[in-house]
């Protein structure tokens, strides 16, 4: 069974940092390229960050770059989303999710598996 399962949400003052994990399972994170995704309330969801173990590479959104970090751990089968300098709107439900293919890009669309999503809020 193909499944993505994030954890490390949670509640976090603004200039905090969190860490979110994705574990897959069901294949292996090399060949695909893996986004992370996020949902804020009365939002659209929006790309964040993207990975692509096959071809070394990630992508940010601009509201991502310089506060926050795609990684992954092969051994593993996890990616990591280290978001650090975090501000109140950045709260959202994160969703971490696969991609049709091992090109980064950001269009939801490309994606066919998405875990549950983890919750974080960024407040005072």
């Known amino acids: 069974q193909v499944q993505l399962v994030e954890s490390g949400g949670g509640l976090v003052q603004p200039g905090g940092s969190l860490r979110l994990s994705c574990a897959a399972s069901g294949f292996t994170l090399d060949y695909s390229a893996t986004g992370w995704f996020r949902q804020a309330p009365g939002k659209e969801r929006e790309g964040v960050a993207c990975?692509?173990?096959?071809?070394?590479?990630?992508y940010y959104a601009d509201s991502a770059k310089g506060r926050f970090t795609i990684s992954r751990d092969n051994a593993k089968n996890t990616v990591y989303l280290q978001m650090n300098s975090l501000k109140p709107e950045d709260t959202a439900v994160y969703y971490c999710?696969?991609?049709?293919?091992?090109?980064?890009?950001?269009?939801?669309?490309?994606?066919?598996?998405w875990g549950q999503g983890t919750q974080v809020t960024v407040s005072s």
């Open positions: 999710a696969k991609k049709s293919g091992y090109v980064c890009s950001l269009r939801e669309q490309s994606f066919d598996v």
């Open positions: 990975i692509s173990s096959r071809l070394g590479s990630t």
